[in-house]
């Protein structure tokens, strides 16, 4: 049956699946959410749902912006169901459907940039919220600046000028959001006194979501804010500070599936749960996280040894479903945010430095990923996989890393300089210290001569 608001009632009338609580007609919205995908959907809207069954808190729903072309589909997919979705949650042992309600539109920076800045510029709308990929923010995660080179960047930096609504980032709209809030009267014009503007009157509360921890959230929202903190499907707190949870999540969430993915697909795995039961990569997994356990410093209310269990239960879950090939996508990006600040010198905030075994298993999944940027180029000696290495430098297509994987591939074992420049071209020069390079020569040479399983062994304590 089409799940519609006609055929609600009778979707949920035996219960199996809930419907919303409150009267999708009265809500209004207050928030605008920049990217409508999976994990908006699957975690933040429940928050929302939750809040909006609350009295006096019909105010808070949700317009959605999708900036990708992409996005028609779940745009026209929404419409035609009345703009609610069904989520459903699977545990090992459990499951429950629930039908979420709180979108209201749905707009697409590909056919109406215009209206989209209309309903940022609005008056009724108090928060806008963004759920983009790493490289959505289009940051050069080495230098820590804004990739002006890019396509993007530098078209919507061209129509900020111009006073031109035809924008592709998320930065974009924000920044000709704020020309117009700060104008009153419309204007689009971009002046130097922006900046300053956006700094004295713009809050930007900065958030962790994650089914699996509480969802945090700095609580700094000048035009108010819905009442998150009384959901009841998940926990959600506020604090000063979200960067210490946030780093929980980053170096052991994020990186644990950065761990998992490279080796994994060396070794021929394709689904996360199917690698996890493989006791090769199950137990470097807890050598890994023990590793970059130590750059995480102590969280509130979180303990570290109950997160990392908490972790692999999930990644273990069959009903999940998670690919290897998806996990691999993006490394450039991914590895930089949450795997690279554990390799900096002062990453641990508190007691001894990282020891060469701890350096080993952070950086053995940087070494696997530069087996795979080499892919069929690689001079493999006769105790090499046979198996074909599948190509997963789609990260990649410009060459940037590359040429110096390449490079460090052909000098693993011999030359650190080369393992220092693919370091420093991917990661930035705080990442490719001496210590860090010379263990990414080592672990190339056993790869080049070797097998990914040789290297599992070496770091996990084998001869």
Known sequence: ???????????????????????????????????????????????????????????????????????????????????????????????????IGCHQEFYLATEDSEAILDLLSAAETKIVTLTVTEKGYFVNFATGKLDTASPAVASDIEALKAGKATLKTAAGFLVATAARRRSGAGTRAVDKELATWISENVSFPNSMVDRITPATTEDKFPCGRAAWDKSTSGKCIFVEDVLPYELMKLRLLNGVHQALSYPAALLGHALVHEALADARISGFLKVYMAAAGRTVPPVEGLGKEEWCRTVLDRFGNPAVRDTIFRLNEDATNRMAVSLAPCLEEDAVPDGPPLSRIEIEALVLPVSCWVRQLVGADAKLAEKSPKAEIPALNRDDKSGVVTGPALAAWAAAGSAQEAAASFLETAFGAKAARPEVTKVLADQLQILKEKDVEALLHTVCGGA
């Open 1 to 99: 049956m089409k799940l519609c608001s006609a055929n609600l009632e009778k979707i949920c009338e035996t219960g199996a699946v809930k419907a919303p609580k409150y009267d999708r007609s009265k809500v209004q919205p207050g928030i605008v959410h920049i990217g409508v995908g999976n994990f908006h959907r699957a975690h933040q809207c429940v928050f929302v749902e939750d809040t909006l069954e609350l009295p006096g808190q019909e105010s808070w729903a949700y317009r959605g912006v999708g900036l990708m072309p992409g996005d028609v589909k779940m745009r026209d997919i929404l419409k035609e169901q009345d703009m609610m979705y069904a989520l459903w949650q699977r545990g090992t042992d459990t499951e429950e459907v629930r039908v």
